[in-house]
């Protein structure tokens, strides 16, 4: 059994992918090529936003998107520290400083209510009112990255109407969700900018590294573009800011246009997978199943339930041969290299508690009810 099955996907369509991969060997445009500008037109449509930049990696989308922002030193950013390393590592290394937001016991995502009292205990120069890192004096509010946690939107409703009072940006961590919906919106449509990943592990996945930018704002685009391309002006050697080399290469983008052909019907058979494991464990005892915040939907990158006796059960599963995962066991604000910002572990309990109890459980299309009948029997045995 595999917890990603990224092969029985490829027989479906390897035809496909072959001939894409073909047509740009025979055209040889390795850099920029026709399929990047397919691909994204395609997927500004899908999100349903104006502008949408592909480019190296989920990292590079979120690190161009603060860009964009001129985000550096004397900047506070707040995120939270239940997230894959790559939320926060793109602020430290602009020279900003992550002020973390603990997150919502259900969802997972940054909660509304930390957020504004973060802000609040920044703006009043207070650490009473809300933990802050060390070096907080003089830090200024700048924006958010809220974060889109397994597959299912952070509740946007309220993050983006404190953005819009409190005059910060707001940028949507979507490597996880792209293809979900919050309140009829897609994934990726929901903030400012929205930064997504096509880590082949990802929902919508390429063969290699690979990311997008999407955006309604013109001025914004127009920076990201310059940005992608080591800050260029009017051309490649006309130099008008800092920026990166963080282009998507012309053969990821042509095996992006060969699996976005199924996407919309992978998203269905994922969220039928994830019923049917909350039909198998939605009763077992000891074990709380994910949730999905009424009025959205999840591209369920990840199924993670919570467990207490969470050891007991992944022995037993691992014994069964069945692959699972812990995303994440150790929050960014307890990591080595996150020592720097002076955070105590019962800084952000909620995430300390998830972190203790979580695990992942095989999650793809093509999962069959078999394989989730023997996983659920594995679990109801070992859960008790
Ligand atoms: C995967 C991921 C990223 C980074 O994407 P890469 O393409 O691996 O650089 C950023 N944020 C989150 C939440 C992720 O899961």
Known sequence: MQFIDLAAQQERIRGKIVEKIEAVLAHGQYILGPEVREIEERLAAFVGVKHALSCASGTDALLMALMAYGVGPKDAVFTTPFTFVATAEVISLLGATPVFVDIEPDTFTIDADGLEKAIDALDA??????????????????????????GQCADYRRIREIAQRRGLFLVEDAAQSFGATYSGKRSCSLADIAATSFFPAKPLGCYGDGGMVFTDDDGLAHALESI???????????????????RCDTLQAAIL?????????????????AS????????????????????????WAQYSPLCANRAK???????????????????????????????????????????????????????????????ADVIRNAAR
């Open 257 to 273: 246009l060969a699996k976005f052909e199924i996407f919309p019907e992978e998203i269905e058979l994922r969220q039928a997978a």
């Open 276 to 299: 049917r494991y909350g039909e198998l464990l939605g009763d077992v005892d000891g074990i709380t199943c994910p949730v999905v915040r009424p009025g959205c939907t999840s591209v």
């Open 125 to 150: 120069q207070d650490p009473s009112r809300h933990s802050l890192p060390k070096g907080f004096e003089g830090l200024r509010a700048r924006g958010i990255i809220a974060v889109d946690l397994f």
């Open 228 to 246: 992608r391309v080591h800050g260029k002006g009017s051309d490649k050697y006309d130099n008008v800011r800092i920026g990166i080399n963080g």
């Open 313 to 375: 059960v992944l022995d037993a599963l691992r014994e069964a041969g069945i692959p699972t995962a812990i995303y994440y066991p150790k929050p960014l604000h307890v990591q080595a290299a996150y020592a720097y910002l002076g955070y105590r572990p019962d800084d952000f309990p909620v995430s300390m508690s998830v972190a203790s109890r979580i695990f992942s459980l095989p999650m793809h299309p093509y999962l069959s009810r078999r394989d989730q009948e023997r996983i």
